[in-house]
């Protein structure tokens, strides 16, 4: 089975610049996860949709990030304008919606905004 | 309230030893107790999970202990081996939703 895929593995660019971070789940996983990492901050929790619905954004740091999630197959992740502090591995997560079921993660992009 | 605590911060143990890292948490609705393990440019993974109904839960070398009225939870890696040098993460959820709340993280070193 394939896991969850995530592109691109690695993005550097310029301050300022749009960026874009894609997430396709598991399939049949009807709940996705979008977490920033970091050595001050450890994992965290930007936003998570179930049925493609968002359902709490409270994690997002501010308006220049949104995530969408079209269909049940793919999401995104945008930052626009993009700054330094945004410098991070993003990772995407996808389960079942049920307090017991685990989230599976993809192998994360790696940000660097110069 | 959301908080889970976890210690030490860094774990360097020889091999053959046993790992201990401990998580602890506030909120009494979380019913869900998953440990993941991350290596180096990868994803967590999941390593072993309990629910509260049980005070532990044993897979090969790896063990999750639960105390509930202590709301505390903690991993033992019996027989450590250089394999399994890696940052591990407690995490807890609750109710139907599966958002998890993570820990900080423990990078464990395991030495020959």
């Known amino acids: 089975d394939a896991g969850v895929i995530q592109s691109p593995r690695h993005e550097v660019t310029e301050m300022g610049q749009e960026v874009t971070l894609r997430c396709k789940p598991i399939?049949?996983?009807?709940?996705l996860f979008w977490y920033r990492q970091t050595m001050m901050r450890g994992l965290e929790l930007l936003i998570y949709?179930?049925?493609?619905?968002?359902?709490?954004d409270s994690g997002m740091p501010e308006d220049r990030f949104s995530a969408k999630m079209p269909n049940a197959s793919f999401s995104t992740l945008k930052i626009q304008p993009s700054e330094p502090r945004d410098s991070a591995v993003y990772f995407c997560?996808?389960?079942?919606?049920?307090?017991?079921?685990?989230?599976?993660f993809g192998d994360g992009t790696r940000l660097s905004i110069l | 309230q959301q908080q889970v605590k976890q210690s030490p911060q860094s774990l360097i143990v020889q091999k053959g030893g046993i790992s201990i890292i401990n998580c602890a948490y506030e909120?009494?609705?979380?019913?869900?107790f998953p440990w993941y393990q991350q290596f180096p440019g990868k994803g967590p993974a999941l390593l072993i999970a309990?629910?509260?109904?049980?005070s532990e839960k044993k897979e090969g070398r790896f063990t999750i202990s639960f105390n509930k009225s202590a709301k505390q939870f903690s991993l033992h890696i019996m027989d450590s081996q250089p394999g399994d040098s890696a940052t591990y993460f407690c995490?807890?959820?609750?109710?139907?939703?599966?958002?998890?709340?993570f820990g900080t993280g423990t990078r464990l070193q395991v030495t020959l």
């Open positions: 997560a996808s389960s079942v919606w049920n307090s017991n079921q685990p989230q599976h």
């Open positions: 399939s049949g996983h009807n709940s």
């Open positions: 949709f179930n049925n493609n619905v968002p359902i709490d």
């Open positions: 909120n009494t609705a979380f019913d869900y």
């Open positions: 309990i629910r509260p109904d049980v």
């Open positions: 995490a807890a959820s609750g109710g139907t939703a599966s958002k998890l709340t």
